[in-house]
């Protein structure tokens, strides 16, 4: 991230001193808070032709239209769109560069865990009479006082649009200049969009990974139409199935056990509402951002969105973590698929001491009446592993069985014909020694796509 950090009232000041830049700003929920900081730089009339906040909801809906949320991605285009037709019809005339801010929020003092976010996002010009360029995040806001979260959104507002205008460069300084002056315990941006002529050179993907790498988000979706997805809106009202895996490459046999997990979580599945299966790999093992690998990250998505799946990339070292992440995004049944030979590391004690409450509060916060374990077999030359042939530690023999048998943990199904036992890491070792066995292994879209650009190794 930067080291030279400017402060938040800098950076409005530089705006306003700035006289190519003229535009509006609209905001919906936590009061002006963005707006503000430009009137208090002082020179505000170079920058701002309008301010508005419409609050009342019968106003809002006559301004903007009717959203099936107020706080959504639906409502903040609505939002731009209005206001950015506005400006650019009521000065058509002007040569500076234009732009519409705007951001719909919901801010509430809380106890427990916090529900406050706020979508935002930036229209706007990099040169006079040029294209058209926009900017969306949608923030957690953490804070737990209103005030606090108010003075968040302002902060994170002005960074948007001093990156918007400056930074356009690269995905990193955007990233990395997204947090000035914030915390990660006071937002998590779990979602951005880039669009436009001028950020064509721009990748979402490499702008995801930046944000996970620097904990700005624990979690985020990479679709196969090469979007980010906001992960509560993506999911929720969902019954979700996540397998985790290196993926590097994707192979046969996890597409197989992903089917037979699919046809598995369906009978968990009660409620009768869309599955959402995901497959899902941790970059919790590198903590310093400057170390990981984002070119392997890259492939991997790249990878398993042609094989026509979407991919979840966290930081979470933990299945605990990734299930209590899943059930803020839905209600609905959540099956964790894994390999019998994990059971062994998931029973183990000492993964859980640094969490307060040790292994008992996190198989609570992983097992709830609507959460499981889907167990595929592993297998080797003289043995085949289950979740009912697998025997833990004598002290925990009681609490696993106790999952067992209310069908917390169950074995998946009809593996018989899929080799479980075969590993990415085998399939890049044909890829190194020139063997050109490997492609019987990986999906055939995929194999094309890593001959293509020479993905994890091959030449």
Not at 400 to 413: G, H, P
Not at 430 to 441: F, I, T
Request: some cysteine; glycine content about 4%; charged content about 25%.
């Amino acid at each position: 991230m930067a080291n030279d950090i400017i402060s938040t009232a800098r950076k409005a000041h530089i705006i306003n001193e700035d006289d190519r830049i003229y535009g509006t700003f609209a905001e919906i929920g936590a009061g002006q808070e963005v707006a503000r900081y430009f009137f208090q730089a002082g020179h505000a009339s170079r920058t701002i032709a309008k301010t508005m906040s419409a609050y009342d909801m019968t106003f809002s809906d006559e301004i903007y239209g009717k959203a099936l949320r107020y706080v959504s991605r639906e409502r903040l285009n609505n939002m731009l769109d209005h206001e950015y037709k506005l400006l650019s019809e009521r000065l058509s005339t002007d040569s500076r560069c234009f732009f519409t801010y705007a951001n719909t929020v919901a801010t509430d003092s809380h106890q427990e865990e916090s529900t406050s976010h706020a979508w935002m996002g930036l229209r706007f010009q990099l040169s006079a009479n040029g294209p058209v360029n926009e900017i969306l995040i949608h923030v957690n806001l953490l804070d737990r006082m209103r005030l606090q979260q108010q003075e968040a959104v302002g902060i994170l507002g002005v960074n948007l649009i001093y990156a918007a205008v400056y930074l356009t460069d690269s995905e990193d300084l955007i990233i990395s200049s997204l947090m000035d002056n914030l915390y990660n315990d006071r937002v998590q941006i779990d979602f951005i969009h880039f669009s436009g002529e001028d950020l064509k050179h721009l990748s979402l993907q490499k702008a995801g990974l930046q944000m996970l790498a620097f904990k700005m988000s624990h979690s985020l979706i990479f679709s196969p139409n090469g979007e980010i997805k906001q992960s509560t809106d993506h999911l929720y009202g969902k019954s979700v199935v996540i397998l985790r895996g290196t993926f590097a490459p994707i192979t046969k046999t996890n597409l197989s056990i992903l089917e037979k997990a699919e046809k598995a979580a369906q009978d968990f599945n009660q409620s009768g509402q869309p599955q959402c299966s995901i497959l899902e790999f941790t970059i919790a093992d590198l903590e310093d951002p400057d170390d990981q690998p984002f070119d392997d990250y890259l492939s991997r998505i790249e990878t398993i969105n042609a094989s026509g799946h979407s991919v979840m990339v966290t930081n979470f070292p933990l299945f605990f973590q990734i299930k209590s992440y899943l059930r803020k995004c839905t209600k609905e049944s959540i099956s964790i698929v894994i390999g019998a030979s994990l059971l062994e590391k998931i029973l183990d004690e000492s993964y859980y001491e640094p969490n307060k409450g040790g292994i008992l509060n996190a198989f609570g916060k992983l097992f709830d009446h609507r959460s499981r374990f889907l167990v595929f077999p592993y297998k080797t030359a003289d043995t085949c592993t289950t979740a009912k042939t697998f025997h833990p530690n004598k002290q925990l023999a009681s609490l696993y069985n106790y999952l067992l048998e209310n069908q917390r943990i169950v074995d998946i199904l009809g593996c018989e014909d899929i080799d479980t036992s075969l590993l990415s890491s085998q399939v890049r070792d044909l890829m190194k020694n020139k063997d050109p066995n490997w492609k019987k292994y990986v999906p055939e879209a995929v194999c094309q796509l890593i001959e293509n650009k020479k993905l994890f190794g091959y030449k």
